[in-house]
């Protein structure tokens, strides 16, 4: 089953900052990481993740920094900063309320 993109749009930093909160990664790796934990339901577009990637950056949650691969193309890698850490846990908080508030409203009286 698929679902819509709307559903989770919202969401994206929060996405990418849990992604980061392990260790530091790369876009395409990032993504790969997302289909796997939806069982390849999700994936952020190319466009989406990058436009975050610069939007997290600038808000100085993550920082990036060009890898140092001897073979193949070099690939610029995202860590996650103490302000990323805690925005993460903010919007963490903030997602739980919202899904709480969503289960209520959507739940039928009996």
């Known amino acids: 089953m698929s679902i819509t993109s709307d559903l989770l749009r919202g969401h994206t930093d929060?996405?990418?900052?849990?992604?980061?909160?392990?260790?530091?990664n790369y876009g395409y790796e990032i993504?790969?990481?997302?289909?796997?934990?939806t069982?390849?339901?999700?994936?952020l577009k190319e466009a989406t993740l990058?436009?975050?990637?610069?939007?997290l950056e600038q808000a100085n949650c993550i920082s990036s920094y060009w890898g140092d691969e001897q073979t193949g193309a070099?690939?610029?890698y995202y860590s996650i900063t103490e302000i990323?850490?805690?925005a993460y846990q903010t919007l963490l908080k903030e997602w739980k309320t919202a899904k709480?508030?969503?289960?209520?409203?959507?739940?039928?009286e009996e």
């Open 50 to 55: 990058y436009t975050a990637f610069r939007r």
């Open 100 to 108: 709480e508030m969503i289960d209520n409203l959507i739940k039928v």
């Open 84 to 86: 990323g850490k805690e």
């Open 74 to 76: 070099r690939r610029r």
């Open 14 to 24: 929060t996405i990418i900052l849990a992604r980061l909160m392990d260790s530091d």
């Open 39 to 43: 069982g390849g339901n999700y994936e």
């Open 31 to 37: 993504n790969k990481s997302i289909q796997h934990k």
